[in-house]
């Protein structure tokens, strides 16, 4: 009988009235998408992210055994050691790979980004140590709003990216990072559910 995997990732859980705050900005994106491009083609060329599982994350595990939980989770405090809480800004709408061919929409990640940062090359460290590959891009981080389909075309995209890059300022939303979260990720068709297997406390 094989072992039971579960699909796993390191995040920062986003706090219900930043959640809020995304899915106001969401239905203006929407809206700005559906007048560039016609209601049933925006549609078609754009998958947007549930506000409610929305999360920063810092590194994706996959499918592991559950019986590795427990090993995942002692790397992890290892990890995290002594690091301090720290603050966060979610502000700035961007595009990957340009606002010209976009694949993905994204809300920038500021303020003690780079504090973010040590603790999650300290996370790949630790992961490494557990056989899991080693992140090959520098950390960019980031909360991603909306990915566009595959077969979305080249000016659908364009006008997409234009959308976005014309969307205005944001008002910085601020989060205070005060846990580091193991996550859970099950798949269905009416999209991913997310569950906190276990939270580490910044002290």
């Known amino acids: 009988m094989s072992e039971r995997m579960i699909r796993t990732f390191v995040a920062v859980e986003l706090p219900g009235e930043v959640k809020a705050s995304l899915r106001k900005l969401e239905d203006r994106l929407k809206r700005r998408m559906s007048s560039a491009l016609g209601p049933d083609a925006a549609e078609r060329a754009l998958k947007w992210v549930d506000p409610e599982g929305v999360h920063l994350t810092l590194k994706f595990l996959g ?51 780079d504090k973010l940062g040590q603790i999650h090359a300290q996370i790949d460290a630790e992961m490494a ?4 590959p080693r992140e090959e891009r520098a950390f960019s981080p980031h909360i991603t709003l909306a990915r566009l389909r595959e077969t979305a075309p080249p000016d659908e995209r364009r006008k997409i990216g234009e959308a976005v890059k014309d969307g205005g300022e944001l008002a910085p939303m601020a989060v205070s990072v005060d846990t580091i979260s193991l996550m859970r990720s099950e798949l269905s068709r009416a999209g991913a559910h997310y569950t906190a297997l276990a939270r580490f406390s910044l002290v």
Do not use: D, K
């Not at 140590?129 to 899991?132: E, H, Q, R, S, V």
């Open 129 to 132: 140590g557990l056989g899991f």
């Open 63 to 113: 499918a592991v055994p559950a019986s590795h939980l427990a090993q995942i989770e002692n790397a992890l405090r290892r990890a995290i050691g002594e690091a301090n809480p720290l603050a966060i800004e979610l502000h700035g709408l961007g595009a990957f790979p340009t606002f010209q061919r976009p694949r993905v929409l994204w809300i920038g990640v500021h303020g003690e980004a």
